[in-house]
């Protein structure tokens, strides 16, 4: 018996090593496989319509072709870009001074923006005004929003930036609504002060999330919206709020926990105004009652809050009303100024199913291109060489190459005009 058991006794650490190993080797896949790591990095993929601008843009757009490269340790997981962007927002984030300006609109309602001056000369030399739409419950004050607006002023751009109504913590409503989904009468108060005060300027409409939906929206509206807007940019919307509902209540790439977070979020912008949105005031909405103030409490996904809360500020008789509505699916067709539609493949807000619309529209418009790059998240699209991202992210560089380029090639344009012009004359 000792024999044999001194001949089994060595056996012994070599199963422990290979316990040992095999849990490592897990862990290395887990984390290879959280991380992405095996995802190549790529050119973003372009769906456009072959045409003399689409040429000029490839040609002055270095971005568009040229390789998106995130940070090397997490940067091809859509879920950490994702969660950086809202815990950190940017990197060593400037502070750009920008002035206050309030708006009051026809319900009492009182809309603010923050107006920054460009700070050198804009690349063709004219007046050039980036009006900015930010993401669902966000402000000029955000990270992501002060990064991109000191860069674009770098470059010669004004930019106006306009705070969702309710969101801003220290600005009261005056009127018992707040922002919504596809409410655009902010953001063309905004536009309209712009135009007005800046008689020679021309535009960029810029549109991030939420905001992107807002912007196509607003343009797609009225033709006379699209009068001195040279371009229009949206950023990592969704398209189809009616479409993405039903992949927001699903867990695949986690989107019901961020559902949930956002609806968390929500609920605490509107009840920090709940005494104007549901106190004793003869202005609120017939609709709006002390139950839904109640059904807010327990909510727990966007779709509820929608339902029991924002629809009403308009007046709409369901959620499906509401989504259908408020999107700017149905307007996207009637914007005839280049529109950049930029998504990432990684998003795990915006289903891969909602990508087959600006697919689809770019494949039809002349005027419209979609960029798709494998990674960046929602608002993330970092850049780093291993472990710590740029101040500036991908996102902040290609916006503003592109509004470059469409103000050299409307430039250009012009100069072709007058110049066939002279010589018409001298005939």
């Known amino acids: 018996l000792k024999m044999s058991a001194m001949l089994e006794t060595p056996e012994l650490p070599a199963v422990f090593d290979g316990v040992k190993l095999a849990a490592v080797a897990a862990v290395l896949y887990v984390i290879v496989r959280c991380l992405n790591l095996k995802s190549p990095t790529a050119p973003p993929e372009l769906i456009y319509q072959d045409s003399a601008l689409a040429r000029f843009l490839l040609k002055s757009c270095p971005l568009l072709t040229k390789e998106y490269i995130p940070p090397l340790i997490w940067g091809k997981s859509g879920h950490i870009q994702t969660a950086l962007y809202g815990k950190m927002g940017r990197v060593r984030s400037p502070h750009p001074y920008g002035l206050r300006k309030y708006l009051t609109m026809p319900d009492g309602a009182t809309a603010t923006f923050d107006l920054f ?8 030399g004219e007046d050039v005004t980036m009006v ?30 306009l705070n969702h109504l309710g969101a801003l913590p220290n600005i009261e409503l005056t009127s018992p609504r ?5 409410c655009t009468w902010e953001f063309g108060a905004m536009v309209n002060y712009i135009k007005k005060t800046y008689p020679q300027t021309q535009l960029v409409v810029v549109g991030f999330s939420l905001g992107g939906n807002i912007v196509c929206k607003y343009l797609g509206e009225n033709q006379a919206n699209q009068e001195r807007v040279l371009c229009c940019v949206s950023v990592c919307q ?14 695949d790439q986690c989107r ?41 409490y ?21 959620l499906k009303e509401y989504y259908e509505e408020e999107s700017c699916l149905h307007y996207l067709h009637r914007i005839y100024v280049p529109l950049l539609l930029v998504n990432a493949a990684d998003d795990p807000l915006v289903h891969e199913s909602l990508l087959s619309i600006p697919r689809a529209l770019s494949e039809k418009r002349e005027n419209v291109m979609h960029v798709l790059p494998l990674h960046g998240g929602h608002l993330g699209f970092f850049e780093g060489s291993v ?20 103000c050299q090639w409307e430039k250009t344009k012009s100069q072709c005009s007058d110049t066939e012009q002279a010589v018409s004359g001298q005939e």
């Not at 969704?238 to 867990?251: C, D, N, V």
């Not at 327990?298 to 369901?318: C, E, P, W």
Request: include cysteine; proline fraction near 4%; charge should be positive.
């Open 387 to 406: 472990l710590f991202p740029e101040p500036l992210t991908w996102m902040d560089k290609l916006v503003v190459q592109y509004a470059n380029a469409i």
């Open 178 to 182: 707040m922002f919504t989904y596809g």
């Open 117 to 124: 001056e460009p700070r050198s000369e804009h690349c063709i």
């Open 132 to 161: 900015i739409c930010p993401g669902i419950a966000n402000h000029s004050e955000k990270q992501y929003i002060r990064t991109f607006v000191d860069y674009a002023q770098k470059n010669g751009y004004r930019c106006a930036v």
């Open 256 to 296: 019901r926990f961020y559902n949930f977070l956002m609806a968390d979020n929500m609920k605490k912008i509107i009840l920090s105004h709940r005494q104007v949105l549901f106190g004793d005031n003869m202005k609120k909405p017939q609709n709006l009652s002390d139950a839904d103030l109640s059904k807010l």
């Open 238 to 251: 969704g398209y189809s709020a009616l479409r993405a509902q039903e992949t927001f209540m699903q867990w």
């Open 298 to 318: 327990t909510a727990t996904s966007l779709m509820q809050i929608d339902d029991n809360v924002m629809r009403k500020f308009h007046g709409y008789n369901s």
